[in-house]
């Protein structure tokens, strides 16, 4: 298996741009999660889908972030219109199922820079 | 105030020696608690998860230990390798929700 797959890997935009980051879970991974790591804030999670459905997206930090799971094997994170406080790393990780016990599995992330 | 505390924030160690991650944290109700490595430019890597049955935890090299009561965890590294040069977070999870809370990091840098 391929792992977590994202895309790009890197991003570099300017502010007020659409951004478009794109993951695919793990095949037969049921949950899907985003998120975001800085220097000042570590890792903070922004949404987590269970069966293409979001179950918490309290970690979504403003209503220019939107998250979409059309399907099993896709996700998207978009950021519109696009900030400088919002460069970091973006992460997708994927388990199996949503039991507290699972472990995730991260992809390699995106680093974006909004300039 | 962070919810997850990981102390120190930094170290460096030699080859071989052994080193000891403090995290602490505040989280009610407990679920459980994870450690994950992360290489510098990577994802996070799973090295134990520990729910609030479990006090002691091993990966290899790495032993997770858990104190429910005092709210304390510790990752030690035995016989440390240039490898293990990476940063350690802690991540706890509430029982009922799921909500994940996050410490910063334990930077580790092992020199030859």
Sequence with gaps: ?115 | KNQVEQSPQSLIILEGKNCTLQCNYTVSPFSNLRWYKQDTGRGPVSLTIMTFSENTKSNGRYTATLDADTKQSSLHITASQLSDSASYICVVSAGGNNRLAFGKGNQVVVIP
């Excluded at chain 1, 980051?21 to 985003?34: A, D, E, T, V, Y």
């Excluded at chain 1, 996700?75 to 997708?92: G, H, W």
């Excluded at chain 1, 199922?97 to 699972?102: F, I, K, L, N, R």
Aim: glycine share 6%; charged share 20%; net charge negative.
């Design chain 1, 1 to 115: 298996d391929a792992g977590v797959i994202q895309s790009p890997r890197h991003e570099v935009t300017e502010m007020g741009q659409e951004v478009t980051l794109r993951c695919k879970p793990i095949s037969g991974h049921n949950s899907l999660f985003w998120y975001r790591q800085t220097m000042m804030r570590g890792l903070e999670l922004l949404i987590y889908f269970n069966n293409n459905v979001p179950i918490d997206d309290s970690g979504m930090p403003e209503d220019r972030f939107s998250a979409k799971m059309p399907n099993a094997s896709f996700s998207t994170l978009k950021i519109q219109p696009s900030e400088p406080r919002d460069s970091a790393v973006y992460f997708c990780a994927s388990s199996s199922s949503g039991e507290y016990q699972e472990t995730q599995y991260f992809g390699p992330g995106t680093r974006l820079l909004v300039l």
